[in-house]
């Protein structure tokens, strides 16, 4: 598995306090972008064969016409990375202009390599890339590529899957032939512009594109992803058991072996702790002796880790690998713990078939005082009890200790406030004010302060905190103890700000509002309005809370009170005078991680948009500075 640890960005817990502003402010329509506007068209077709002794062999022959410049760019070099140990020819490459015979590549323009190493570790892939020379829109270039896969590892059963992702490719034809000696079993979703055709004995599987297709999208908020689109999995079996059960007996047999000695003498050392603490205690350890990293030169080893042994000795392993060395300690311990495979990311597409095709990573499932607990041993913090948002809300595989392998389910968190600020905002001269607040930091943002200080130092950091309480923060001083990779229930700090834009100066006026809380409800109204298509991430449910008091000489702020209610969000704003000023309360709840396209522009939803825009841009008010 070649998953990496989660990338948190520094400041990003920032947009909590300004309504989860996660929505990418553009003024541009999207949609659908026209086919007109195609940069390449593909002509694929392919002939795949399942070997008995598990190989695969497959023949693919792509063939790309140029429709405009942008198309001429993405196909000015071709690469091609593939294991050593699978043998891979070119069988044809070549060039046609317009209106003139094809032209083969020459040896030069067809090279091999070994392939760069990924980022976070080694590996022994080759790679062989095409250099096609003068091209220009009109021109196609023809290849063909004959690859022999090896057997994966421990594998009893073949399988293969194809996904059609929205890309700016016009598919203007592809036809595929799958042939094996035992039957061909398959499952699909959304392939209706597809013809997928069995032979009478079951043994040939045929897929054909039935008219040209074309799905890209422009001008989507960055946020936005297409969830759902083609996909096929085909295989010997669609049976859970039959196609993971090879890989959970090996897992179990490379767990039955005795503990390393390091790793055994911190499950002797932390005995008499808690469970929570000895679970704790035993991140922490992977953490500070362990780095990630993904080795793929000793072996080919795909979805199998190296042994307990081993990975102590490397000092280093990719998930799989701390996964093991984490549910051997756990065990060891007394608490129940299982590997977990699953899909990593911010979605995890319904599972069409079981299959090591359908995961990209390892955790671990244990049992901690009658809670489950989904453990990442390759993220650089640790909640405890608090799965990731990239492993919530999605299917897993779990291998049990007896060998049986079976489907759960890591649910979605329920939103818990995660930050919460109390501020007194002096407004003393002209549109500036001394800002005093006091911020409670807890699940994700906490996370995230805590990894960008430790990436990007701790005084990166407080700038961001100081953008969190004011609008145009000057002067700021944060007080904070440092942070670390054990992260607690709650964090507090506190910071003194100058802000030097505290209120908006109309002439002699001057007037206080609160923009940011509008941006997340502005986003959401354009996004219809823009025509747009995806489905929008917002991240796990979470509360914002915001206590303010301002302080002024006179304000004529009007007592007010306003709430909205529904199954996606829950927004309260509350205000009143005040013997200095004004003050108001605030609080928004993220009940859902995505909001899907057909749900945004529901009457429903725009109801509620329009709803809690008119609850928010209500906090406006003329202010008197202390001075002037």
């Not at 429709?67 to 050593?84: K, N, Q, Y």
């Not at 016009?170 to 392939?191: G, N, Q, T």
């Amino acid at each position: 598995m070649t998953s990496r640890p989660r990338a948190f960005l520094a400041g990003s817990f920032g947009a909590t306090l300004s309504s989860f502003t996660l929505l990418a402010a553009t003024h541009t329509f999207a949609a659908l972008q026209p086919v007109s506007e195609a940069p390449l068209a593909l002509d694929q077709r392919a002939e795949c064969r399942f070997l008995a002794d598990g190989a695969t062999e497959c023949v693919n022959t792509f063939r790309y016409t140029i429709l405009t410049d942008a198309g001429r760019e993405a196909l000015s070099r071709i690469d091609i990375d593939f294991p050593e140990t699978d043998t891979v020819k070119i069988e044809k490459a070549e060039l046609v202009q317009p209106g003139q015979k094809p032209v083969a590549l020459t040896k030069s323009q067809i090279e091999t390599r070994t392939a760069p190493n990924p980022a976070q570790g080694f590996s022994s892939d080759k790679q062989i890339s095409l250099a096609f020379p003068n091209l220009r829109v009109g021109s196609t270039a023809v290849y063909s590529v004959r690859q022999r896969n090896t057997p994966v590892p421990f594998a009893t059963q073949f399988h293969f899957s194809q996904a059609f992702a929205p890309s700016a490719i016009r598919y203007d034809r592809f036809h595929a032939e799958f042939s094996a000696e035992r039957p061909i079993k398959y499952r699909s979703d959304k392939m209706e512009d597809f013809t997928i055709t069995p032979s009478a004995d079951a043994k040939k599987l045929t897929i054909d594109l039935k008219a040209p297709r074309f799905q890209s999208y422009v001008n989507e908020p960055a946020s936005g992803a297409v969830r759902r689109y083609p996909r096929l999995e085909l295989g010997s079996s669609l049976d859970l058991q039959e196609n993971i059960g090879p890989f959970a007996k090996r897992y179990n047999a490379l767990l039955a072996a005795p503990l390393p000695a390091r790793a055994a003498a911190v499950v002797t050392k932390t005995k008499s702790l808690a469970p929570r603490e000895r679970v704790s205690a035993f991140m922490q350890y992977l953490n500070q002796n362990f780095r990630y990293l993904n080795d793929w030169r000793a072996s080919e080893r795909g979805i199998v880790p190296f042994s307990l042994a081993e990975i102590e000795r490397h000092g280093y392993g990719d998930c799989k690998d701390l996964s093991m060395l984490l549910t051997a300690m756990l065990r060891a311990s007394g608490i129940k713990a299982e590997p977990v495979w699953l899909e990593r990311g911010s979605y995890a597409a319904p599972l069409i078939a079981p299959s090591i095709y359908a995961v990209n990573h390892v955790i671990v499932r244990a049992e901690v005082d009658g809670a489950v607990w989904w453990l990442d041993a390759t993220n650089p913090v640790f909640a405890p009890g608090i799965a990731m948002p990239d492993i919530q809300d999605r299917w897993v595989l779990v291998i049990g200790a007896d060998g049986v392998v079976r489907q759960d389910a890591i649910p979605l968190a329920a939103p818990r406030t995660n930050l919460d600020v109390t501020m007194k905002m002096r407004f003393t001269n002209g549109d500036q004010g001394d800002v005093d607040a006091a911020l409670a930091l807890s699940g994700n943002p906490l996370m995230d302060l805590t990894v960008a200080d430790r990436n990007d130092g701790k005084s990166a950091s407080d700038t961001v905190i100081c953008n969190i309480v004011a609008t145009e923060p000057g002067r700021c001083d944060v007080q904070r103890q440092a942070t670390g990779f054990l992260i607690p229930e709650q964090y507090k700090t506190k910071a003194r700000v100058v802000d030097l834009r505290a209120v908006e100066t109309r002439g002699n006026q001057y007037s206080f509002s609160r923009p940011g809380m509008l941006e997340l409800w502005d986003s959401l109204a354009r996004y219809k309005r823009n025509g747009q298509l995806s489905d929008i991430y917002l991240g796990a449910p979470e509360t914002t809370k915001a206590d303010v008091t301002l302080v002024a000489k006179r304000t004529d702020g009007q007592a007010r009170e306003c709430a909205v209610h529904n199954r996606w969000f829950d927004l309260e704003l509350s205000g009143k005078p005040s013997s200095d000023g004004y003050r108001y309360r605030y609080s928004l709840t993220r009940k859902v991680a995505w909001l899907a396209h057909d749900e945004i522009v529901s009457a429903e939803f725009q109801k509620m948009v329009e709803q809690s825009r008119a609850c928010v841009s209500g906090l406006q008010f003329a202010v008197q500075p202390l001075k002037g």
